[in-house]
């Protein structure tokens, strides 16, 4: 069949649509359909169900109404009786649809315009999902692109095939940006809304300063230098820590380049932001010393649980420690993930001696000793009336000056104490109304009991439904500040693991969980652990360089 001149017209359109939109043309004929059966349907009535199909090869329209075959004839527009349906489609079973072909459709202004509207809309929603389809897995990479506009101080990026935004609190400050300026940025989310892919881009991002480094040094490209962790405050200082995993290569030294270029083609695209290279080690006090660079540190105590680690230096040193606003101390604590706690010598030196008179007082009053006893108690490494009164006598009697009557009765005067305050705080548990059942539990003590009434946890359900942070409180960042958040076990020292412990075991108690559950999800983990383990052993065996 001969292809008229109007349907040789339609197939170009949709193939120059198809070509500059750089979408599939198959997309632009289906739009095209959906503009016919619309205009179609506008002309033979609302309700009537039109079909509209074009064939992508010769152009010809063909026109349908569709009739869905029911027992019950209800609407005249579109269903048709099963009898009348029998005689057209000896086939023809309920629910089926029946095609009936309809006559050639003479577009009028007004249908034109209509069917005109359809197709740019589709075409727009097609070019949309190829543009996010394109940049959703980009997330992570660096982009160039032209500054489009600027609008309220957001940066309107076109990036060819798509636009991208910058944010106002994205961009460096004191960064200035107009019409036509080139721009490079970092995409760090891209989401499917209403109005179109909406790309993302940042200039503040920490992983903006890794990915830039790793354009300028070939070792972290190549998979030689790994980076650990970024922290920066944009436009004024940044630290990135960095380990090798060839031993004849210096991580810090190939980062910094031939008189610093490397890092200074950073630096120059950061707007002179300064920018400490630290080298990572595994041991967390040697690269948090690091991290406090330039300040040097006298000593270091570390709480694991807590990720909590204290610092010591020097008087002088303070300062530069610190860093400032405290910027020093706060890059140093969002690079390694610790919260970092700097005291001088001197302040070390009176907060040990207020420890040492807190604990004095607390034997010469739970003890009913004089303030030499006590000095003595706590000098030996005593903390608590627990210690003394469940160690080992000889250790107390070994004491210069204690002979075993002595110690004794110390750990004697001590049991009774902590018998006394067992009983005030059974009698107080009773009054709150906390059930026995919760003393089963492995790990809690009448005093945690008390704890627990106060804050209205009273029976093993309540305890049950206890989140572990509830228990030990948790962290959060806040402006790049820790803020930390007590639970009801914070005052007992409570471990992370140990709350998990109680936790399951209260829920195993209320019949929450089972034991077949718990030992599936060993199981689980311990496939997943090996499987790590195995990742790192072939990533240990490969070459330096290497692809993963």
Not at 77 to 100: L, M, S, T, Y
Not at 413 to 439: S, T
Not at 481 to 493: A, M, Q, R, S, Y
Request: hydrophobic content about 40%; aromatic content about 6%; charged content about 30%.
């Amino acid at each position: 069949m001969a292809v008229s001149a109007n349907k040789l017209e339609l197939l170009q359109i949709a193939d120059a649509v198809a070509r500059e939109k750089l979408i599939d043309k198959e997309i632009v004929i289906g739009a095209m359909a959906d503009a016919i059966q619309k205009a179609a349907k506008s002309r033979y009535g609302q309700e009537t169900n039109v079909r509209a199909d074009i064939n992508a090869k010769t152009g010809e329209i063909k026109l349908q109404r569709l009739m869905e075959v029911v027992e019950e004839l209800e609407n005249t527009d579109n269903q048709i009786a099963f009898e009348d349906a029998r005689a057209k489609n000896p086939d023809a079973q309920i629910g089926d649809f029946i095609a009936e072909p309809l006559p050639p459709l003479d577009f009028g202004r007004i249908a034109a315009q209509s069917a005109k509207q359809v197709i740019v809309q589709k075409v727009r929603e097609a070019e949309r999902d190829k543009q996010y389809e394109e940049f959703k897995d980009r997330v992570g990479e660096i982009v160039n692109g032209t500054v489009k506009r600027v609008e309220y101080g957001n940066v309107v990026v076109d990036l060819g095939r798509g636009e991208g935004i910058i944010r106002r609190d994205e961009l460096i400050p004191r960064e200035m940006y107009r019409y036509g300026d080139r721009v490079r940025a970092f995409i760090y989310d891209v989401r499917r809304e209403q109005r179109g892919p909406q790309i993302f881009l940042s200039r503040t991002h920490p992983q903006f300063m890794a990915k830039l480094f790793q354009m300028e040094v070939p070792e972290i490209y190549d998979g030689i230098i790994e980076i650990k962790s970024v922290a920066r405050d944009p436009g004024s200082r940044a630290k990135i820590a960095v380990i090798s995993r060839d031993s004849a290569i210096d991580p810090v030294g190939a980062c910094v380049g031939m008189r610093g270029s490397r890092v200074q083609a950073v630096v120059g695209e950061l707007q002179g932001e300064k920018i400490d290279i630290i080298p990572w080690q595994p041991d967390a006090a040697s690269f948090i010393v690091n991290a406090l660079q330039p300040a040097e540190v006298a000593k270091v105590v570390l709480d694991e649980d807590a990720e909590r680690i204290e610092v010591v230096v020097p008087d002088e040193q303070l300062s530069l420690a610190i860093g400032r606003r405290g910027q020093n101390v706060r890059l140093a604590s969002q690079l390694t993930g610790w919260d970092i706690d700097i005291l001088t010598e001197d302040e070390e030196s009176a907060r040990r001696q207020k420890e040492f008179t807190e604990r004095t007082q607390l034997f010469m009053e739970a003890l009913d000793v004089d303030e030499m006893v006590g000095q003595v108690l706590a000098s030996e490494g005593f903390s608590s009336i627990e210690e003394v009164a469940y160690v080992d006598a000889e250790e107390v009697s070994s004491i210069e000056g204690f002979d075993e009557d002595t110690a004794a009765e110390i750990q004697t005067r001590a049991r009774e104490y902590l018998e006394r305050i067992e009983a005030e705080n059974d009698a107080k548990r009773i009054e709150l109304g906390v059930v026995d059942e919760i003393r089963e539990i492995p790990g809690v003590t009448t005093a945690m009991m008390v704890a627990l009434g106060e804050d209205g946890v009273k029976t093993m359900e309540d305890f049950a439904g206890c989140a572990v942070d509830d228990l030990v409180g948790w962290r959060e960042r806040v402006e790049g500040e820790t803020k930390i958040h007590d639970g009801i076990f914070t005052p007992f020292g409570t471990t992370r693991a140990e709350a998990e412990e109680m936790v399951l075991s209260a829920r195993l108690t209320v019949g929450w969980i089972t034991e077949e559950d718990l030992a599936a999800e060993y199981e689980e983990e311990g496939a997943e652990l090996a499987e790590g383990a195995e990742a790192v052993a072939a990533d240990a065996d490969a070459p330096a360089g290497a692809p993963a």
